[in-house]
């Protein structure tokens, strides 16, 4: 298996001029081990997680988009467009990938990055190092690895960048019964990105209560 490339801050440069880089930001989830309940709306630091990774994401592409099913209303002081999965049931990260692309593609965006509504300590350069990545590999995607503590790396597939272009495969493997991002994403070629130099864990994601304690004892 391909090792993942290395990005450290100083090799990160300016992209491609044409692409247009739209971003969706992943809410979906059930929050399951957080007692249910939208786990981005939860106050960190003084604000919401959700106006953290807002504040994060938003300089780095050109356009935003929620990802998130129900009651748009709840979201309402966020002043974002919102989207709801295409695919009926609970079909994971995937299906709100698959409502951002749409819609990105209606408005003439080229590519898509993804992240996790409540991880709000991603690298301020994630944009461009993913689609370095990318242009480095000949890849259509790119995917964040984490290094672990015993060595090697584990992906962390809700940290991708996706050419609009595939997202007609996209809704036909959904359809079929797909739900693990990684199973589609490797037989398509995805770079796999380290991002080194920016800071303690930047794709810390806050799932339990004691995620929580150890993101108030970080802010």
């Known amino acids: 298996m391909t090792q993942p490339k290395l990005i450290p801050p100083e090799s990160v440069r300016p992209t491609s001029p044409e692409a247009r880089i739209a971003g969706v930001i992943l809410a979906?989830?059930?929050s399951s081990r957080m007692g249910g309940?939208?786990?981005c709306l939860l106050?960190?630091?003084?604000?919401?997680?959700?106006?953290?990774v807002l504040a994060r994401?938003?300089?780095?592409?050109?356009?935003?988009?929620?990802?998130?099913?129900?009651?748009?209303?709840?979201?309402?002081?966020?002043?974002l467009p919102m989207v709801s999965d295409s695919i009926s049931g609970y079909a994971g990260p995937l299906a709100g990938v698959l409502a951002g692309m749409d819609w990105a593609a209606a408005r003439?965006?080229?590519?898509?990055?993804?992240?996790?509504?409540?991880?709000p300590y991603f690298p301020p350069r994630?944009?461009?190092?993913?689609?370095?990545?990318?242009?480095?590999s000949g890849d259509r995607m790119a995917m964040v690895n984490s290094p672990r503590d015993e060595g090697g790396f584990f992906r962390q597939p809700t940290f991708a960048l996706y050419d609009i272009s595939l997202r007609d495969?996209?809704?036909d493997a959904l359809?079929?019964?797909l739900r693990k991002v990684i199973q589609w994403t490797e037989p398509h070629g995805c770079a796999r990105v380290v991002f080194e130099g920016f800071g303690d864990d930047p794709f810390f994601n806050i799932n339990t209560p004691t995620d929580m304690a150890q993101a108030k004892a970080r802010t």
Request: net charge negative.
């Open 28 to 30: 979906g989830g059930q």
């Open 37 to 39: 309940g939208d786990k």
């Open 43 to 52: 106050s960190l630091g003084g604000s919401s997680i959700l106006s953290q």
């Open 57 to 79: 994401f938003q300089p780095q592409v050109e356009a935003l988009v929620l990802s998130a099913n129900g009651d748009p209303a709840r979201f309402s002081q966020f002043d």
């Open 108 to 119: 003439g965006f080229s590519h898509l990055v993804s992240v996790a509504a409540d991880s």
């Open 126 to 136: 994630l944009v461009t190092g993913l689609q370095y990545a990318c242009e480095v």
């Open 169 to 171: 495969d996209l809704r």
């Open 175 to 177: 359809q079929a019964g």
